[in-house]
């Protein structure tokens, strides 16, 4: 019996073209409430970054970390443009995904 998961790579900002966070995580709307309630120590925390602006889903971990290392290792402008493209009013997509 297998179990099929989600993973989500994910990037945050703290506002419009603001401060920009790439995350992981297998349960995107808990991780998110952490980072919202400040339980996340650290980068985002320390800058106040705790909006959804953009979110992928992978059924393989390992391809979700791919994905987050490539966004992480690649241009601003990439992840703005993400936003941007899939959500023009930087809308926190947080309150659309509980």
Not at 24 to 31: A, H, I, Q
Not at 41 to 63: A, P, R
Request: net charge positive; glycine share 6%; proline share 1%.
């Amino acid at each position: 019996m297998s179990v099929s998961n989600q993973y989500y790579v994910y990037i945050l900002f703290s506002k419009k073209n603001g401060t920009l966070y790439v995350g992981v995580t297998s349960d995107l709307v808990k991780r998110v409430w952490q980072h919202k309630n400040k339980l996340v120590k650290g980068f985002t925390q320390k800058y106040n970054v705790d909006k959804l602006g953009y979110y992928e889903v992978s059924n393989d971990i390992n391809s979700a970390i791919v994905r987050e290392k490539q966004l992480k290792g690649g241009s601003r402008q990439t992840k703005l443009d993400l936003i941007e493209i899939n959500n023009p009013n930087w809308n926190d997509l947080y309150y659309e995904i509980i």
